[in-house]
Protein backbone atom coordinates (compact mmCIF):
# COMPACT_ATOMS: atom_id res chain seq x y z
CA UNK A 1 0.00 0.00 0.00
CA UNK A 2 1.01 3.57 -0.94
CA UNK A 3 0.97 6.85 1.47
CA UNK A 4 -1.94 9.27 0.47
CA UNK A 5 -1.48 13.17 0.81
CA UNK A 6 -4.46 15.78 0.03
CA UNK A 7 -3.30 18.28 -2.10
CA UNK A 8 -5.65 20.37 -2.54
CA UNK A 9 -9.12 21.43 -1.04
CA UNK A 10 -12.28 23.65 -2.69
CA UNK A 11 -15.49 23.80 -1.13
CA UNK A 12 -18.52 26.39 -2.31
CA UNK A 13 -20.01 28.53 0.20
CA UNK A 14 -22.87 25.74 2.21
CA UNK A 15 -26.26 27.95 2.52
CA UNK A 16 -29.17 28.35 0.00
CA UNK A 17 -28.53 28.09 -3.19
CA UNK A 18 -30.95 29.52 -5.46
CA UNK A 19 -29.26 30.83 -8.86
CA UNK A 20 -26.82 28.08 -8.80
CA UNK A 21 -27.62 24.59 -10.31
CA UNK A 22 -26.77 20.89 -8.70
CA UNK A 23 -24.30 20.21 -11.34
CA UNK A 24 -22.84 24.28 -11.47
CA UNK A 25 -22.09 23.16 -7.07
CA UNK A 26 -20.09 20.76 -7.79
CA UNK A 27 -18.22 22.27 -10.98
CA UNK A 28 -17.62 25.24 -8.12
CA UNK A 29 -15.67 22.92 -5.89
CA UNK A 30 -14.06 21.07 -7.94
CA UNK A 31 -12.75 24.07 -9.53
CA UNK A 32 -11.57 25.37 -6.66
CA UNK A 33 -9.81 22.04 -5.58
CA UNK A 34 -7.81 22.14 -8.64
CA UNK A 35 -6.69 25.44 -8.47
CA UNK A 36 -5.35 24.61 -5.12
CA UNK A 37 -3.54 21.63 -5.70
CA UNK A 38 -2.05 23.62 -9.17
CA UNK A 39 -3.17 20.04 -11.00
CA UNK A 40 -4.95 20.59 -14.11
CA UNK A 41 -8.55 18.11 -15.22
CA UNK A 42 -6.52 16.22 -18.04
CA UNK A 43 -3.98 15.00 -15.31
CA UNK A 44 -7.05 13.53 -13.17
CA UNK A 45 -7.25 9.88 -13.30
CA UNK A 46 -10.81 8.90 -11.45
CA UNK A 47 -13.62 10.74 -9.82
CA UNK A 48 -15.25 9.36 -6.40
CA UNK A 49 -18.73 11.93 -5.72
CA UNK A 50 -20.82 11.80 -2.07
CA UNK A 51 -23.93 12.03 -2.92
CA UNK A 52 -27.18 11.13 -0.78
CA UNK A 53 -30.12 11.37 -2.68
CA UNK A 54 -30.08 13.60 -6.13
CA UNK A 55 -32.92 11.57 -7.22
CA UNK A 56 -35.22 12.61 -5.13
CA UNK A 57 -33.57 16.08 -4.06
CA UNK A 58 -33.12 17.62 -7.58
CA UNK A 59 -34.68 14.19 -9.78
CA UNK A 60 -30.94 13.72 -11.43
CA UNK A 61 -29.37 9.97 -10.82
CA UNK A 62 -26.48 8.98 -12.79
CA UNK A 63 -24.30 11.30 -10.79
CA UNK A 64 -21.06 9.92 -11.44
CA UNK A 65 -21.40 10.75 -15.05
CA UNK A 66 -23.47 13.85 -15.10
CA UNK A 67 -20.56 14.98 -13.04
CA UNK A 68 -17.75 13.80 -15.07
CA UNK A 69 -19.40 15.28 -17.86
CA UNK A 70 -20.26 18.51 -16.41
CA UNK A 71 -16.64 19.33 -15.46
CA UNK A 72 -15.03 18.29 -18.84
CA UNK A 73 -13.91 15.34 -17.89
CA UNK A 74 -16.32 13.12 -20.20
CA UNK A 75 -14.27 13.27 -23.73
CA UNK A 76 -10.57 12.23 -21.94
CA UNK A 77 -13.25 9.15 -20.88
CA UNK A 78 -11.77 9.83 -16.71
CA UNK A 79 -13.55 7.05 -14.53
CA UNK A 80 -16.37 8.50 -12.35
CA UNK A 81 -18.12 6.60 -9.27
CA UNK A 82 -21.11 7.89 -7.34
CA UNK A 83 -20.42 6.65 -3.49
CA UNK A 84 -23.57 6.54 -1.42
CA UNK A 85 -24.25 5.95 2.31
CA UNK A 86 -26.08 8.45 3.16
CA UNK A 87 -25.03 11.76 5.35
CA UNK A 88 -21.33 9.76 5.33
CA UNK A 89 -21.53 9.54 1.65
CA UNK A 90 -18.76 12.46 1.55
CA UNK A 91 -16.56 10.21 3.89
CA UNK A 92 -16.90 7.23 2.10
CA UNK A 93 -16.31 8.83 -1.61
CA UNK A 94 -12.87 10.31 0.35
CA UNK A 95 -12.43 6.63 1.67
CA UNK A 96 -12.47 5.26 -2.17
CA UNK A 97 -10.21 7.35 -3.18
CA UNK A 98 -7.86 6.85 -0.57
CA UNK A 99 -8.39 3.38 -1.79
CA UNK A 100 -7.67 4.04 -5.37
CA UNK A 101 -4.71 6.09 -4.75
CA UNK A 102 -2.83 3.69 -1.65
CA UNK A 103 -3.91 0.40 -3.59
CA UNK A 104 -1.67 1.85 -6.92
CA UNK A 105 -4.38 1.99 -9.50
CA UNK A 106 -4.80 5.34 -9.78
CA UNK A 107 -2.41 8.86 -9.06
CA UNK A 108 -4.27 11.74 -9.05
CA UNK A 109 -7.82 11.68 -8.16
CA UNK A 110 -10.82 13.81 -6.91
CA UNK A 111 -12.62 12.75 -4.48
CA UNK A 112 -16.05 15.41 -3.88
CA UNK A 113 -19.23 15.19 -2.42
CA UNK A 114 -22.22 17.27 -3.45
CA UNK A 115 -26.17 17.84 -2.67
CA UNK A 116 -28.56 20.34 -3.22
CA UNK A 117 -31.53 19.88 -0.34
CA UNK A 118 -33.61 23.65 -0.62
CA UNK A 119 -35.30 22.92 -3.80
CA UNK A 120 -38.08 20.94 -2.18
CA UNK A 121 -39.85 21.97 1.11
CA UNK A 122 -38.83 20.69 4.88
CA UNK A 123 -41.55 18.58 5.13
CA UNK A 124 -40.09 16.85 1.69
CA UNK A 125 -36.82 17.12 3.11
CA UNK A 126 -37.06 15.62 5.89
CA UNK A 127 -38.92 12.33 4.16
CA UNK A 128 -36.25 12.06 1.59
CA UNK A 129 -33.74 12.13 4.93
CA UNK A 130 -35.64 9.77 6.81
CA UNK A 131 -35.05 7.24 4.03
CA UNK A 132 -31.59 6.51 5.30
CA UNK A 133 -33.90 5.45 8.83
CA UNK A 134 -35.00 1.93 7.83
CA UNK A 135 -38.14 2.30 6.27
CA UNK A 136 -40.23 -0.37 7.24
CA UNK A 137 -39.40 -0.26 10.74
CA UNK A 138 -38.94 3.36 11.40
CA UNK A 139 -40.05 5.50 8.83
CA UNK A 140 -43.31 4.19 8.31
CA UNK A 141 -43.70 4.54 11.99
CA UNK A 142 -43.16 7.80 12.11
CA UNK A 143 -40.00 8.26 13.24
CA UNK A 144 -37.64 11.51 11.40
CA UNK A 145 -34.02 11.78 12.05
CA UNK A 146 -34.86 15.27 14.39
CA UNK A 147 -37.35 11.91 16.10
CA UNK A 148 -34.85 9.58 16.15
CA UNK A 149 -31.85 11.84 17.50
CA UNK A 150 -34.28 12.92 19.83
CA UNK A 151 -34.80 9.22 21.48
CA UNK A 152 -30.97 8.91 21.86
CA UNK A 153 -30.98 12.33 23.62
CA UNK A 154 -33.22 11.13 26.09
CA UNK A 155 -32.13 7.80 26.85
CA UNK A 156 -28.62 9.50 27.13
CA UNK A 157 -29.76 12.29 29.42
CA UNK A 158 -32.00 9.62 31.71
CA UNK A 159 -28.65 7.25 32.06
CA UNK A 160 -25.78 10.27 32.08
CA UNK A 161 -25.38 13.53 33.93
CA UNK A 162 -26.65 15.54 30.52
CA UNK A 163 -28.34 18.90 31.11
CA UNK A 164 -30.08 20.42 28.60
CA UNK A 165 -28.19 24.02 29.24
CA UNK A 166 -24.81 22.12 28.49
CA UNK A 167 -26.37 20.87 25.31
CA UNK A 168 -27.05 23.82 24.36
CA UNK A 169 -23.37 24.85 24.46
CA UNK A 170 -22.62 22.32 21.69
CA UNK A 171 -24.51 25.10 19.19
CA UNK A 172 -23.24 28.29 20.87
CA UNK A 173 -19.57 26.87 20.35
CA UNK A 174 -20.17 26.15 16.89
CA UNK A 175 -22.26 28.84 16.20
CA UNK A 176 -18.80 30.87 17.49
CA UNK A 177 -16.88 28.92 15.11
CA UNK A 178 -19.10 29.26 12.31
CA UNK A 179 -19.28 32.97 12.85
CA UNK A 180 -15.46 32.51 11.84
CA UNK A 181 -15.63 30.48 8.41
CA UNK A 182 -16.49 32.40 5.31
CA UNK A 183 -18.20 29.46 3.33
CA UNK A 184 -20.63 28.48 6.80
CA UNK A 185 -24.47 28.74 6.24
CA UNK A 186 -25.03 30.42 10.08
CA UNK A 187 -22.88 32.99 10.79
CA UNK A 188 -24.48 34.34 13.73
CA UNK A 189 -23.45 34.06 17.37
CA UNK A 190 -26.21 33.06 19.91
CA UNK A 191 -26.64 32.19 23.66
CA UNK A 192 -27.77 29.43 25.67
CA UNK A 193 -31.02 31.07 25.84
CA UNK A 194 -31.34 31.35 21.69
CA UNK A 195 -31.51 27.54 21.94
CA UNK A 196 -33.57 27.13 25.16
CA UNK A 197 -36.24 29.59 23.73
CA UNK A 198 -36.15 28.70 20.34
CA UNK A 199 -38.65 26.52 18.98
CA UNK A 200 -39.00 22.33 19.98
CA UNK A 201 -38.28 20.11 16.94
CA UNK A 202 -38.89 16.75 18.61
CA UNK A 203 -38.68 16.84 22.26
CA UNK A 204 -36.11 17.67 23.70
CA UNK A 205 -34.63 18.66 20.28
CA UNK A 206 -34.77 22.76 19.59
CA UNK A 207 -34.75 24.74 16.05
CA UNK A 208 -30.86 25.25 17.23
CA UNK A 209 -30.08 21.53 18.35
CA UNK A 210 -30.45 20.70 14.85
CA UNK A 211 -28.13 20.55 11.54
CA UNK A 212 -29.74 22.54 8.73
CA UNK A 213 -30.96 22.14 5.56
CA UNK A 214 -28.37 22.64 2.99
CA UNK A 215 -27.09 22.95 -0.48
CA UNK A 216 -23.10 23.07 -1.20
CA UNK A 217 -20.27 21.10 -2.54
CA UNK A 218 -16.92 20.15 -1.56
CA UNK A 219 -13.99 18.16 -3.50
CA UNK A 220 -10.37 17.32 -2.33
CA UNK A 221 -7.73 16.06 -4.84
CA UNK A 222 -5.69 13.06 -3.45
CA UNK A 223 -2.26 11.45 -4.89
CA UNK A 224 0.18 8.79 -3.62
CA UNK A 225 2.45 10.94 -1.07
CA UNK A 226 5.81 10.32 -2.88
CA UNK A 227 4.53 12.29 -5.70
CA UNK A 228 2.98 15.20 -3.40
CA UNK A 229 5.82 17.31 -4.06
CA UNK A 230 5.23 17.62 -8.05
CA UNK A 231 1.98 20.05 -7.11
CA UNK A 232 2.50 21.81 -3.30
CA UNK A 233 4.93 22.30 -0.65
CA UNK A 234 2.33 21.69 1.80
CA UNK A 235 0.41 18.47 1.46
CA UNK A 236 -1.60 16.87 4.03
CA UNK A 237 -0.82 12.76 4.57
CA UNK A 238 -3.51 10.77 5.11
CA UNK A 239 -2.83 8.92 8.44
CA UNK A 240 -5.73 6.44 8.44
CA UNK A 241 -8.90 5.76 6.62
CA UNK A 242 -11.04 3.52 8.84
CA UNK A 243 -14.67 2.75 8.50
CA UNK A 244 -17.33 0.41 10.21
CA UNK A 245 -21.21 -0.30 9.78
CA UNK A 246 -23.83 -1.21 12.24
CA UNK A 247 -27.37 -2.22 12.62
CA UNK A 248 -29.37 0.53 10.02
CA UNK A 249 -32.45 0.59 12.72
CA UNK A 250 -31.80 2.49 16.43
CA UNK A 251 -34.47 -0.65 18.10
CA UNK A 252 -31.70 -2.98 17.33
CA UNK A 253 -28.92 -1.77 18.57
CA UNK A 254 -26.91 -2.75 21.78
CA UNK A 255 -27.01 0.45 23.39
CA UNK A 256 -28.92 3.52 22.01
CA UNK A 257 -26.50 6.33 23.50
CA UNK A 258 -23.43 4.84 21.97
CA UNK A 259 -22.67 4.79 18.44
CA UNK A 260 -20.91 1.28 18.46
CA UNK A 261 -19.87 1.85 14.51
CA UNK A 262 -18.25 5.51 15.93
CA UNK A 263 -16.18 3.13 18.73
CA UNK A 264 -15.25 0.63 15.93
CA UNK A 265 -14.09 3.34 13.02
CA UNK A 266 -12.29 5.30 15.67
CA UNK A 267 -10.65 2.14 17.45
CA UNK A 268 -9.42 1.25 13.46
CA UNK A 269 -8.06 4.65 13.03
CA UNK A 270 -6.02 5.02 16.16
CA UNK A 271 -4.96 1.27 15.68
CA UNK A 272 -3.84 1.92 11.74
CA UNK A 273 -2.06 5.61 12.40
CA UNK A 274 -0.36 4.50 15.37
CA UNK A 275 -1.30 7.05 17.42
CA UNK A 276 -2.95 8.12 20.51
CA UNK A 277 -5.71 10.27 21.82
CA UNK A 278 -3.26 12.88 23.07
CA UNK A 279 -1.57 13.18 19.51
CA UNK A 280 -5.23 14.46 18.07
CA UNK A 281 -4.83 18.20 18.00
CA UNK A 282 -8.69 18.89 16.43
CA UNK A 283 -11.50 16.84 15.24
CA UNK A 284 -14.13 17.78 12.93
CA UNK A 285 -17.36 15.22 14.53
CA UNK A 286 -20.67 14.81 12.65
CA UNK A 287 -23.05 17.19 14.70
CA UNK A 288 -26.36 16.60 12.80
CA UNK A 289 -28.04 17.15 16.55
CA UNK A 290 -26.21 19.07 19.07
CA UNK A 291 -26.45 15.22 20.73
CA UNK A 292 -24.46 13.97 18.20
CA UNK A 293 -21.32 15.65 19.25
CA UNK A 294 -21.65 14.72 22.82
CA UNK A 295 -21.77 11.31 21.92
CA UNK A 296 -18.98 11.49 19.08
CA UNK A 297 -16.84 12.90 21.28
CA UNK A 298 -17.44 9.86 23.91
CA UNK A 299 -17.43 7.24 21.49
CA UNK A 300 -14.19 8.16 19.75
CA UNK A 301 -12.61 7.68 22.85
CA UNK A 302 -11.72 11.53 24.02
CA UNK A 303 -13.06 11.28 27.49
CA UNK A 304 -15.85 9.02 29.62
CA UNK A 305 -19.54 8.52 28.81
CA UNK A 306 -21.40 11.15 30.30
CA UNK A 307 -18.62 13.57 30.49
CA UNK A 308 -18.67 15.60 26.88
CA UNK A 309 -21.42 17.94 28.62
CA UNK A 310 -19.53 18.96 30.93
CA UNK A 311 -16.78 19.36 28.88
CA UNK A 312 -18.21 21.40 26.46
CA UNK A 313 -19.80 23.63 29.01
CA UNK A 314 -16.16 23.60 30.51
CA UNK A 315 -14.71 25.42 26.83
CA UNK A 316 -12.86 22.21 26.48
CA UNK A 317 -13.91 22.15 23.11
CA UNK A 318 -14.18 25.68 22.04
CA UNK A 319 -10.83 27.10 19.68
CA UNK A 320 -9.10 27.87 22.46
CA UNK A 321 -9.61 24.62 24.60
CA UNK A 322 -7.77 21.17 24.97
CA UNK A 323 -8.93 19.54 22.19
CA UNK A 324 -11.14 22.01 19.38
CA UNK A 325 -13.77 20.24 18.11
CA UNK A 326 -15.86 21.82 14.71
CA UNK A 327 -13.64 24.43 14.33
CA UNK A 328 -15.76 24.89 10.47
CA UNK A 329 -18.96 25.32 12.86
CA UNK A 330 -19.63 21.74 12.36
CA UNK A 331 -23.34 20.57 10.00
CA UNK A 332 -24.81 22.72 13.09
CA UNK A 333 -23.36 26.20 12.11
CA UNK A 334 -21.56 25.52 8.81
CA UNK A 335 -24.60 23.43 7.35
CA UNK A 336 -25.36 20.24 6.18
CA UNK A 337 -25.73 19.33 2.36
CA UNK A 338 -25.44 15.86 3.68
CA UNK A 339 -23.54 14.14 0.72
CA UNK A 340 -20.88 16.72 0.78
CA UNK A 341 -20.66 17.18 4.64
CA UNK A 342 -17.61 14.30 4.99
CA UNK A 343 -15.53 15.88 2.27
CA UNK A 344 -16.26 19.78 3.61
CA UNK A 345 -14.44 18.13 7.05
CA UNK A 346 -11.64 16.82 5.10
CA UNK A 347 -10.93 20.27 3.95
CA UNK A 348 -11.53 22.17 7.52
CA UNK A 349 -9.32 19.48 8.99
CA UNK A 350 -6.20 20.32 5.78
CA UNK A 351 -7.06 23.98 6.04
CA UNK A 352 -6.60 23.49 9.96
CA UNK A 353 -3.26 21.91 9.40
CA UNK A 354 -2.21 24.21 6.43
CA UNK A 355 -2.66 26.86 9.16
CA UNK A 356 -4.62 28.37 7.04
CA UNK A 357 -7.52 28.71 8.86
CA UNK A 358 -7.43 32.51 9.86
CA UNK A 359 -9.73 33.52 12.52
CA UNK A 360 -10.62 29.76 13.59
CA UNK A 361 -7.15 28.50 13.01
CA UNK A 362 -6.21 26.54 16.09
CA UNK A 363 -2.37 25.00 16.39
CA UNK A 364 -2.88 21.29 14.94
CA UNK A 365 -0.33 18.81 13.11
CA UNK A 366 -2.87 16.15 13.73
CA UNK A 367 -6.62 16.20 12.83
CA UNK A 368 -9.37 13.73 12.75
CA UNK A 369 -12.70 13.90 10.70
CA UNK A 370 -15.80 11.87 11.76
CA UNK A 371 -19.00 11.21 9.62
CA UNK A 372 -21.80 9.40 10.21
CA UNK A 373 -24.84 7.94 8.16
CA UNK A 374 -27.93 7.82 9.42
CA UNK A 375 -27.78 7.02 13.45
CA UNK A 376 -24.99 5.27 12.87
CA UNK A 377 -25.29 2.69 10.58
CA UNK A 378 -22.24 3.98 8.44
CA UNK A 379 -19.48 5.61 10.30
CA UNK A 380 -16.20 6.73 8.42
CA UNK A 381 -13.41 7.95 10.40
CA UNK A 382 -10.11 9.32 8.80
CA UNK A 383 -6.77 10.77 10.53
CA UNK A 384 -4.47 13.29 8.74
CA UNK A 385 -1.29 14.94 9.20
CA UNK A 386 0.50 17.83 7.89
N1 LIG B 1 -30.63 26.11 13.07
C1 LIG B 1 -30.84 27.43 13.18
N2 LIG B 1 -31.73 28.12 12.43
C2 LIG B 1 -32.41 27.43 11.52
C3 LIG B 1 -32.23 26.05 11.33
C4 LIG B 1 -31.30 25.39 12.15
N3 LIG B 1 -31.09 24.08 12.04
N4 LIG B 1 -33.03 25.63 10.33
C5 LIG B 1 -33.70 26.73 9.91
N5 LIG B 1 -33.32 27.80 10.63
C6 LIG B 1 -33.84 29.16 10.53
C7 LIG B 1 -33.95 29.65 9.12
O1 LIG B 1 -32.80 30.36 8.72
C8 LIG B 1 -35.16 30.57 9.21
O2 LIG B 1 -34.75 31.79 9.76
P1 LIG B 1 -35.42 33.17 9.27
O3 LIG B 1 -36.89 33.04 9.61
O4 LIG B 1 -34.70 34.21 10.08
O5 LIG B 1 -35.18 33.24 7.80
C9 LIG B 1 -36.06 29.88 10.23
O6 LIG B 1 -35.17 29.11 11.05
C10 LIG B 1 -37.09 29.00 9.63
O7 LIG B 1 -36.47 28.22 8.61
P2 LIG B 1 -37.20 27.02 7.95
O8 LIG B 1 -36.38 26.59 6.76
O9 LIG B 1 -38.64 27.35 7.72
O10 LIG B 1 -37.05 25.90 9.07
P3 LIG B 1 -37.92 24.65 9.19
O11 LIG B 1 -38.75 24.77 10.42
O12 LIG B 1 -38.62 24.37 7.90
O13 LIG B 1 -36.80 23.50 9.40
C11 LIG B 1 -35.72 21.95 10.80
C12 LIG B 1 -36.10 23.39 10.60
C13 LIG B 1 -34.96 21.84 12.11
C14 LIG B 1 -36.98 21.06 10.90
C15 LIG B 1 -34.84 21.47 9.62
O14 LIG B 1 -33.73 22.32 9.51
C16 LIG B 1 -34.38 20.04 9.80
O15 LIG B 1 -35.12 19.10 9.54
N6 LIG B 1 -33.11 19.84 10.20
C17 LIG B 1 -32.55 18.50 10.36
C18 LIG B 1 -31.95 18.01 9.06
C19 LIG B 1 -31.56 16.58 9.17
O16 LIG B 1 -32.26 15.74 9.72
N7 LIG B 1 -30.41 16.22 8.59
C20 LIG B 1 -29.93 14.87 8.60
C21 LIG B 1 -29.35 14.55 9.92
S1 LIG B 1 -29.02 12.83 10.17
Known sequence: MRDVAVIGVGCTEFGEHWSTSFRDLFVKAGTLALEDAGVSGEKLDALYVGNMSAGRFVE??????????????????VPSTRVEAA????????????IAVASGMEDVVVAAGVEKMTDVGTGASVDMLASAADREWEGFAGATFPGLYAMIANDYM??????????????VKNHENGSKNPIAQFRNRITVDTVLSSSLVADPLRLFDCSPITDGAAAVVVVPLERAHEFT????KVLASAQASDTIALHDRRDISTLDATVAAGKRAFARAGLTHKDIDLVEVHDCFTIAE???IEDLGFCKKGEAGRLTAEGATALNGDLPVNTSGGLKACGHPVGATGIKQICEVVTQLR???????VDAEVGMAHNVGGTGATVVVHILGA
Open 60 to 77: QEHIGALIADYAGLASNH
Open 87 to 98: CASGGLAFRQAV
Open 158 to 171: HRYPLTREQLAEVA
Open 233 to 236: DSPV
Open 294 to 296: ICA
Open 355 to 361: GEAAGRQ
